[in-house]
């Protein structure tokens, strides 16, 4: 497979707006097949908008909302959506949000999982918004994750030192489990019960009963996991993000420093820094080729 190499090796990532401009994302790096059908759109360009005052860039979450907008979670507190200029404070700490390809909007204070309730009355200077529960989740200090039209949670439990997958029933509104493991489980993701399950620099398959290795990083730890029938598998590094398939990863961006989210058929990236949104879409269409990479660039040797 002819793969080329979209920026050169001088820390930039660079696009171009209608206007000129011409803008950079440091230590970055962009591979991808020559021929691919794979498309990068700026949601939110460097230097658009600024990030709220006074927060950390250490603990931040993100979501696309239905209109295709970004969403910024800081500090387990601040909701700020850059875009509309919209900021809000939670009252209870959260610990995780997702957003649904239909748009529903959660949250998890990693006890329930519900949605945003505005309160009426408040003497904070931002509107407050509080957790309203729609079910509990299996233990204190659970994770709660997007599937393929699902939703899952993730929970140490504290008598088994066991970590449990579950899948959200939403007629009983109940998690129900799917699988216990003894080893640390850091993200999940998939479509009903066949899970995609991240432990240390793995990713496993769960399915039919079986777990299988389907693939393993030369390098980090997977952070996160990404999957839906219509976009394929794709994972998150502390520097990267790829796509697999049949045991081998294309890892298409290297950079420092961001955050990313699956919708449809399109892979978010936020670039914490550099407070940008990119969308790659067309991301199903690396389903097509045939590839296998023997090595990983890394930007922490290559800048």
Excluded at 25 to 38: H, Y
Excluded at 119 to 144: D, F, G, Q, T
Aim: proline letters at 4%; a positive charge.
């Amino acid at each position: 497979m002819n793969i080329k190499k979209l920026i050169l090796t001088v820390a930039v990532f660079l696009t171009v707006s209608g206007a000129g401009t011409l803008y950079m994302i440091p230590k970055t790096v962009l591979v991808l097949p020559e021929q691919s059908a794979v498309k990068i759109n700026w949601i939110l360009l460097p230097g658009q908008k600024d990030s709220p005052p006074q927060v950390s860039n250490e603990n931040v979450q993100f979501v696309i909302d239905y209109e295709n907008k970004p969403i910024m979670m800081y500090n387990g507190k601040l909701l700020f959506k850059p875009i509309n200029a919209y900021l809000v404070k939670f009252k209870q700490n959260i610990r995780d949000i997702i957003c649904l390809d239909n748009g529903i909007l959660l949250f998890s204070d990693g006890k329930s999982i519900g949605y945003a309730e505005l309160e009426k009355k408040s003497n904070e200077n931002l509107p407050v918004v509080s957790l309203k529960p729609i079910a509990k989740l299996p233990h204190n200090n659970s994770r709660i994750f997007k599937g393929d039209d699902c939703i899952y949670a993730l929970s140490l439990n504290p008598k088994t030192k066991k970590y449990e997958a579950y899948l959200f029933n939403p007629v009983k509104k109940a998690f129900e489990k799917i699988i216990s493991l003894s080893e640390q489980v850091s993200s999940l993701s998939g479509k009903g019960n066949h899970i995609f399950l991240s432990i240390g620099r793995q990713i496993r398959e769960y399915k039919n009963g079986r777990l299988n290795i389907v693939y393993e990083h030369p390098r980090q730890s997977i952070k996160k996991i990404f999957y839906s029938e219509r976009a394929g598998l794709l994972y998150e590094t502390e520097n990267g993000i790829g796509f697999v398939k049949d045991g081998s990863a294309l890892e298409f961006l290297q950079s420092e420093n961001f955050e990313a989210f699956l919708k449809a058929k399109s892979i978010y990236v936020f670039f914490v820094h550099a407070m940008a949104v990119a969308e790659f879409a067309n991301i199903d269409d690396l389903k097509n080729y045939s590839f296998k990479i023997e090595r990983l660039i890394d930007i922490n040797r290559t800048f």
